[in-house]
């Protein structure tokens, strides 16, 4: 059974930074692809970004050139850096590993989440 813990999270001003981190234990990280996802109040659960276990990424069009999805495959750990943050990316971010080599940009795909850490970004 994996488990993922997301940390990072804060409240920023918009413009700035903040770098998030999703830390898996319980199975053999280096083998998942790895998703963020975000839900902002009010809001279904959206995709933000994947990456397979070769480094491989996919963005949505909402962060794309803003985040960048990244993994340390010895420190079992993903991160999603953010800059240039803006109000509308407040949300509670989750991360979440996918068994297999594909990455995806479906919730349905993945088959362990951590349990989420708000990014409030303040205007």
């Known amino acids: 059974q994996v488990q993922l813990g997301e940390s990072g999270g804060g409240l920023v001003q918009a413009g700035g930074s903040l770098r998030l981190s999703c830390a898996a234990s319980?199975?053999?990280?280096?083998?998942?692809?790895m998703g963020w996802f975000r839900q902002a109040p009010g809001k279904e659960r959206e995709f933000v970004a994947t990456s397979n276990r070769y480094g491989s990424t996919s963005y949505a069009d909402s962060v794309k050139g803003r985040f960048t999805i990244s993994r340390d495959n010895v420190k079992n750990t993903a991160y999603l850096q953010m800059n240039s943050l803006k109000p509308e990316d407040t949300a509670v971010y989750y991360c979440?590993?996918?068994?297999?080599?594909?990455?995806?940009?479906?919730?349905?795909?993945?088959?362990?989440w951590g349990r989420g850490t708000q990014v409030t970004v303040s205007s």
């Open positions: 319980g199975g053999t990280f280096s083998s998942y692809a």
């Open positions: 979440a590993a996918r068994i297999g080599v594909l990455r995806s940009m479906i919730e349905s795909g993945y088959n362990y």
